[in-house]
């Protein structure tokens, strides 16, 4: 096993009802804030993404606090966690773990990979090989993984945060259109507030706070929370709005590929999962509006280079095709 990979299980922390999953998620966001400080928008996306059962990919420079993000959740559970620092030696086998002879039973082990853990930190996905990404793409997608066609299924809940520099291409590879659809959302942190950054000087969470969090949700908690959010409400004129966005998609002129039914789905569930992390059973227009960009902009395909571009175009059309389509009263 390559020396890349780390995994670890957090140490239990306080359990909370199950009955009440807005106070855990308020506990969860809570604990997260304490070391990732002035960013609740993007706390609250995370949280999202956690509660709909999708993967993160968080893409921004160097130093804003992606990794900080990441191990806050995964300290924050009471879960298993895994970091993969992706290099372009590293292996599938890497990942996903590989047989090795015993020779006390005379037969070949599996000797599982980090990828056998309920949260994954992928850390600077796009400087592995696209053979290596694509190990990562039956987990994501059906939270199993098929090593010398045995089948195994992965941990429930099942998240991979995967992290990347936007602006640094030397020994970079770009993340193919499947694979970014894995991705629930893709989100960019940005830098802080004056104010915000001026706590962090004072406070060094990253460094002081970071190692001391302890856990506030179980892993049930979050399969319960999940399967709650699939129940939230969304009224069929919340659902024909969310087509008349994805029909927009499609019919720009801009635009190549527009979004998939896979992807109108992805923004309903994070709809749904949005609506709990904030206290309701229903879906409000402002819940789409809101998640459209970050569920969609990473799937749009445009005639020019368009998708990922520094200048963050394809979440500017996202939200002119936002301003484009009226919402329901």
Known sequence: MSDKTTQTAATPGTEG?????????????ANIESVFMGKRDVVDLLLTALVAGGHLLIEDVP????????????????????????????????ILGV???????????????????????ADEINRTTPRTQ???????????????????TLPDPFMVLATQNPFEFEGTY??????L?????????????????????RATPSAVALPALTPVA??????????????????????????????????????????????????????QAFAL???RDYVVPDDLKTLAAPVFAHRLVGKGYLQDGQDGSADVLMAEILNEVPAPQ
Not at 174 to 179: R, Y
């Open 17 to 29: 009802s199950s009955g009440n999953g807005h106070a855990v998620l308020e506990r969860l966001r």
């Open 63 to 94: 130093g804003v606090g992606k990794t900080v993000l990441a191990r806050a959740l995964a300290k924050s559970l009471d879960a298993t966690f895994a970091r993969i620092q992706l290099t372009p030696d590293l292996l599938p086998s890497d």
């Open 99 to 121: 047989s090795v002879y015993s020779q006390q039973t005379g037969t070949f082990e599996f000797k599982r990979g980090p990828i056998f853990a309920h949260v994954i930190l």
């Open 134 to 152: 694509s190990a990562l793409l039956e987990a994501m997608n059906e939270a199993q993984v098929t090593v010398d066609g045995t089948t195994m």
């Open 174 to 179: 770009f993340l193919p259109e499947n694979q």
């Open 181 to 201: 659809d894995r991705f629930l959302m893709r989100l960019r942190i940005g830098y802080p507030a004056r104010d915000d950054e001026l706590r962090i000087l």
């Open 218 to 271: 179980g892993v049930q908690q979050i399969v319960a929370l999940q399967s709650q959010a699939r129940q939230v409400s969304v009224e069929d004129n919340l659902l024909d709005y969310l087509l008349r966005i994805v029909q927009a998609t499609r019919d720009h002129e801009q635009l190549h590929i527009g979004v998939s039914p896979r992807g109108a789905l992805a923004l309903k569930r994070a709809s």
């Open 277 to 279: 992390l904030h206290g």
